[in-house]
């Protein structure tokens, strides 16, 4: 995948994290452990950052790409244990999850 093409979906995927964090501060109710997954994403965003920085170390991106994909599924699976959780919030966090996954794909 080119080096251009890998810093855009990189830059998709850190808004889409950012999405997740703000709708969690932002929604009336979202319970404790969704919003330590997606503290945990964010935190984590600044390995990404590194492993993309230059020249492209494309084993270390994609291994902290595998671990935010874990904390992405964390993340999911605490939004599908509660019925009552803002849907922009649930959608925010599967985007965030979705993206992080199709890139990781993409870089095999």
Same mark, same amino acid.
């Given at each position: 995948?080119?080096? @251009?093409?890998?810093?855009?979906?990189?830059?998709?995927?850190?808004?889409?994290?950012?999405? +997740?964090?703000?709708?969690? !501060?932002?929604?009336?109710?979202?319970?404790? @452990?969704?919003?330590?997954?997606?503290?945990?994403?964010?935190?984590?965003? $600044?390995?990404?950052?590194?492993? $993309?920085?230059?020249?492209?170390?494309?084993?270390? /991106?994609?291994?902290?790409?595998?671990? /935010?994909? @874990?904390?992405?599924? !964390? $993340?999911? @699976?605490?939004? =599908?244990?509660? %019925?009552?959780?803002?849907?922009?919030?649930?959608? +925010?966090?599967?985007?965030? %999850?979705?993206?992080?996954?199709?890139? =990781?794909?993409?870089?095999?």
């Amino acid at each position: 995948m080119q080096r @251009e093409l890998v810093r855009e979906r990189l830059s998709f995927i850190e808004q889409c994290i950012d999405d +997740a964090a703000l709708a969690c !501060r932002e929604t009336g109710y979202a319970p404790e @452990e969704l919003k330590a997954w997606v503290r945990e994403l964010d935190r984590r965003w $600044a390995e990404v950052e590194a492993a $993309a920085g230059h020249p492209l170390d494309a084993t270390s /991106l994609r291994a902290c790409l595998e671990t /935010l994909e @874990e904390i992405g599924d !964390r $993340a999911v @699976e605490a939004c =599908r244990e509660q %019925r009552h959780i803002d849907p922009q919030l649930r959608m +925010a966090v599967h985007t965030a %999850r979705q993206e992080i996954a199709a890139l =990781r794909r993409q870089l095999h």
